[in-house]
């Protein structure tokens, strides 16, 4: 019987046929699939003909179709809806994954291949785009260790092979610790929580098979646990076991872990000849250097530093004059936050939930996107690998461009978080593919679903990612959709976080889950006065956050990752009411792999870039301006990679922005 992973997939637009894929197929068709693409690779090492860009480098585009249904299928599973037997596979697999992937960057005959065709470059008559692939192609070979020779040679490979193990380890460790802690709550305990609280704890209690309500630590539920319950005994111990995830002892402990992966990253770093890692790591990006990237943080780090001081001050007195003679703590920080935005912004959080109904944002973003750029979503009825899961099919004009599959509930097989993926990405060669996106998200299941206006802009910003992939308009894989500058690719997701912030689109779908009734416009203007409300504790939690990460990286591998974190967070004159909003153990975006490492200050870097281009819709006709959004689609979205990040943004804009914007954006602006 055929592998169905290996099989012709006859399903609508090529959809895998989750319903006949069995685990037990995974590890056969991982072996298949790793050798034709080996005996791929081989034949065009092997090709007797005088090195081409077709015959070697557009060879390269068409190969390993095999690898990436399995692969495809294999990763999003394992993410998103994992069980033992997933995670002994991906265990199994990450250190054969990294082994195939290090033969093929050390081919050193493939390599010799490329390297002449890059040395010919200039006489090739080639596209922007074809010459774009000819240069990342090469740059990627030689940042992959293809020039080293004997014993760093075989050190590079056993470097990404041990990396490879040991970010697959702590992202296992992180989700066993999330997965297996909870708080039983007695009915007592959910006084004065709102009823969308106690319903999300109720369904997470029922999911964990618990005797009632239960608080885990999904951020879905534990962030507005924190937020609204009055029970400050309570709110510590959820606090502070939200905080040692990863840091508990024992096997699922992730610190010794960060310490070998930094260690194994300046290694890595020096065989190629570079001071650290994040010189490494920086010289693909927009940002290009650490002090760039430094001076970047530290101009947002000192103003909104000083309003969460000022913003600590007030929640203190709010605190002494409940009758809690203590310092301001994190467990508190949220609560009395809660209740100031309530006074300030006469604004109630229990109130406002029910007018974001996931099934209404949904619409909303994909009403967003059709006034844009024109896209159309017609549900499809197909067997995906979980029940929550939803499939649309997206087209424009009748033509079909996508299918967007959601996957928004939080569960105990998920790992936390939220991302987007392709399952098959957009080319047009060797054949043309319309891409299979999928979101990912961890919201709190109840019925009706009801988001948080924080998990409604998540939302957005994913789907943002979704947009990157479906619109995208290039001809080789390599530089399709998100695969950009890592300072880039969060751009077009936190762009469209915009669009859930215009009067108009909360107007129409921001409708009461049992009224029916739209928001009124007093409670939308306090919605939007309190935009930035509490945003120096945000900006604090997150830059500190990309400063240990890019100090981790910028120097010696420090042996006591706890130490340098400490000793980080010191120098910075870190509120002490306030933690990173990553730890270093359960970093996944650093230590999951190399994606973010180096690399999470990205988020700001692309926020300085998003708030100037929302400001140039503005500035032209308004939020769904249609000439702003064909040049966005135009100079951003539909081209990938296949042009350096800031020409395209300056395509799109006409110059590169400053941060003043994002400080405005922010509220942090000097006044």
């Known amino acids: 019987m055929t592998n169905p992973l290996l099989a012709d997939w006859t399903t609508p637009f090529g959809i895998a046929p989750f319903d006949r894929i069995n685990d037990d197929d995974f590890a056969p068709a991982l072996d298949t699939a790793l050798a034709a693409h080996t005996a791929e690779i081989d034949a065009i090492a092997g090709n007797a003909d005088t090195p081409t860009f077709a015959n070697t480098i557009e060879a390269l585009e068409a190969v390993g179709a095999e690898l990436d249904k399995v692969l495809g ?24 994954l990294a082994a195939h992937f290090a033969d093929v960057s050390g081919n050193k005959a493939l390599f010799s291949r490329v390297a002449a065709v890059w040395e010919q470059r200039e006489t090739l008559d080639l596209t922007d785009e074809q010459a774009r692939v000819l240069m990342l192609t090469h740059r990627g070979f030689v940042r992959s260790g293809a020039a080293l020779e004997g014993a760093e040679e075989t050190r590079m490979k056993e470097i990404k092979s041990r990396l490879a193990v040991l970010g697959t380890q702590f992202t296992q460790n992180l989700l066993a610790d999330e997965r297996s802690w909870f708080m039983s709550l007695a009915e007592r305990d959910l006084e004065g929580l709102p009823d969308f609280v106690v319903n999300a704890a109720r369904a997470a209690g029922a999911e964990k098979e618990a005797d009632g309500p239960v608080v885990t630590l999904s951020r879905s539920l534990i962030v507005p646990f924190l937020q609204f319950s009055p029970r400050r005994d309570l709110r510590e111990r959820a606090f502070r076991a939200w905080e040692a995830r990863g840091a508990n002892g024992g096997e699922t402990d992730n610190r010794d ?37 430094r001076a970047l943080l530290m101009d947002v780090w000192e103003p909104a530093k000083a309003q969460a001081n000022a913003d600590a001050a007030k929640l203190t007195e709010m605190m002494q004059a409940d009758g809690v003679n203590d310092d301001l703590a994190p467990w ?45 979503f017609k549900p499809l009825d197909v067997p995906l690998y979980h029940a929550d899961c939803r499939a649309w099919e997206v087209t424009r004009d009748g033509a079909h461009v996508a299918v967007f599959i959601g996957d928004y509930f939080a569960r105990g097989s998920k790992r936390s978080g939220a991302w987007c993926s392709a399952m098959r990405a957009q080319a047009k060669y060797p054949k043309v593919q319309a891409p299979i996106v999928i979101n990912v998200c961890n919201f709190a299941k109840s019925d009706p679903a009801l988001l948080s206006y924080d998990d409604a802009r998540t939302l957005f910003h994913e789907f943002g990612h979704a947009l990157h992939q479906m619109l995208s308009d290039v001809t080789y894989e390599s530089v399709s959709g998100t695969s950009v500058a890592r300072d ?61 990460d890019l100090s981790f ?14 000793e980080v967070l010191e120098a910075l004159g870190m509120p002490r009411a306030i933690r990173m909003r990553h730890a270093t153990p359960q970093f996944a975006h650093v230590f999951a792999g190399d994606g973010y490492s180096s690399g999470y200050y990205s988020y700001m870097w692309s926020e300085v870039m998003d ?61």
């Open 73 to 96: 299928v294999f990763f999003t599973v394992a993410g998103a809806d994992s069980n033992p037997a997933r995670e002994d596979l991906q265990r199994a697999f990450s250190p054969k």
């Open 257 to 293: 872990i960060a310490a070998e992966i930094l260690s194994l990253r300046e290694e890595r770093a020096k065989l190629l000849g570079y001071e650290n890692f994040a010189a490494y790591k920086l010289e693909t990006e927009m940002a290009k250097t650490p002090d760039a990237v």
């Open 332 to 376: 508190d920080w949220r609560y009395y936050a809660e209740k100031r935005r309530a006074a300030e912004h006469d604004l109630d959080e229990a109130a406002l939930k029910p007018y974001f109904q996931l099934e209404r944002m949904i619409e909303a973003s994909f009403a967003c996107a059709h006034r844009l750029f024109g896209l159309e």
């Open 488 to 548: 880039f690719v969060e751009l077009p997701s936190q762009l469209y976080e915009h669009w859930l912030e215009v009067p108009e689109v909360l107007a129409e779908f921001a409708t009461h889950a049992e009224t029916g009734e739209a928001m009124s416009r007093e409670m939308l203007d306090k919605v939007l006065g309190a935009a930035t409300f509490d945003m120096g504790f945000q900006t604090v939690e997150y830059v500190a956050s990309a400063l240990v």
């Open 553 to 566: 990286h910028d120097g010696p591998a420090p042996a006591d990752t706890m130490a340098k974190q400490a």
């Open 611 to 671: 708030a100037d281009a929302f400001q140039s819709f503005e500035d032209a006709g308004g939020p769904f301006d249609a000439d702003r959004a064909r040049a966005l689609e135009e100079h951003i979205l539909s081209t990938g990679g296949s042009q350096d990040a800031a020409e395209l943004y300056v395509a799109f804009r006409g110059r590169l922005p400053g941060v003043d914007a994002l400080l405005k954006g922010r509220g942090l602006a000097a006044a």
